[in-house]
Nanobody, 126 residues
Framework: QVQLVESGGGLVQAGGSLTLSCAASGRTFSNYVMGWFRQAPGKKREFVATISGSGYRAFFADSVKGRFSVSRDNTLNTVSLQMNSLKPEDTALYYC???????????????????WGQGTQVTVSS
């Protein structure tokens, strides 16, 4: 079992930046593909970004492409989401997720994530 804890959420003005972190507890962290999702009140959970176990491949949703970046440090068991040029539409509860994969090059944008964090709130004011 993998335990995930997000942090770094808060209130920021439109156009500002914020960095979220996800700390993972578990063995062989590099064997897990990691994802970021978000959910606003009354809306479905939305894919944001994913990064392969190796850290060398990443994929982003069209809504955040060019504004967000993702990275991981497998020696510290952490994944980060750097958010720039934030918009009010980015306001949501942000979750990190993990899934054990056989190939370190794999990214995952759909369903199938096995472990989820508790979420951290991001609020963007206009």
């Amino acid at each position: 079992q993998v335990q995930l804890v997000e942090s770094g959420g808060g209130l920021v003005q439109a156009g500002g930046s914020l960095t979220l972190s996800c700390a993972a507890s578990g063995r062989t962290f590099s064997n897990y593909v990691m994802g970021w999702f978000r959910q606003a009140p009354g809306k479905k959970r939305e894919f944001v970004a994913t990064i392969s176990g190796s850290g060398y491949r990443a994929f982003f949703a069209d809504s955040v492409k060019g504004r967000f970046s993702v990275s991981r440090d497998n020696t510290l068991n952490t994944v980060s989401l750097q958010m720039n040029s934030l918009k009010p539409e980015d306001t949501a509860l942000y979750y990190c997720a993990a899934k054990l994969m056989l190939q370190e090059s794999t990214v995952l944008i759909g369903g199938g994530y096995e472990y989820w964090g508790q979420g951290t709130q991001v609020t963007v004011s206009s």
